[in-house]
């Protein structure tokens, strides 16, 4: 069985339709589930990540577990909406780095909503941006073997969170589902 773990319902809600997951809790986590597939709805930010993946892997219910959700990016190069997958994940504050993969995008794991005002000079050039990533890994890493695991964000943004509305997030995960491979 596959494991999804989502920051946010508006990120789970076309994964939620697409496989017909219904709803089979709603605390501590929303948790949504068919006979194939798992998703657990975490909240926002790294520890509520890592709370909500260790919590679903002690269920032993899923054999993989990915991290799915919407991140921002500097790079032009990178078109809103387009599912991206991930080679490593970087904590910013700490520099702290997991590999996740050999194939992919470096991806950097923050505790607050990125503003390209004012990280512009921090950041290096074309890389994506998250807030659950780190949690993710950190937790699931404990439970899962690496290639178990997997980490896929979709672009909503340029580092500019104006326009980023529960349906526009619905909208760019629906159309990046179809570019899925499990």
Known sequence: MICIVTAIFSEA??????????????????????????????????????IATAY???????????????????????????LCRVRSIVEFETGKKYVVDNKGDVLYCFDRVVDRKKEKKELK??????????????????????????????????LDTKGITNDFIYKIVKNAIKEFKW
């Open 13 to 50: 809600k076309a994964f939620i339709e697409l496989f017909e997951l219904k709803k089979v809790q709603t605390k501590p986590f929303e948790v949504y589930q068919s006979d194939d597939m798992t998703l657990v709805v975490s909240g926002m930010g790294k520890l509520k990540s890592a």
């Open 125 to 158: 050039r074309d890389i994506l941006v998250d807030m659950e990533s780190f949690g993710f890994y950190s937790a699931a890493i404990k439970f899962y073997t690496k290639d178990n695991i997997g980490v896929y964000k979709i672009v909503s943004d340029r």
């Open 56 to 82: 679903i892997s002690t269920k032993k219910c899923c054999d993989r577990i990915y991290n799915i959700g919407i991140c921002g990016t500097n790079s032009l190069e990178k078109e809103i909406g387009k």
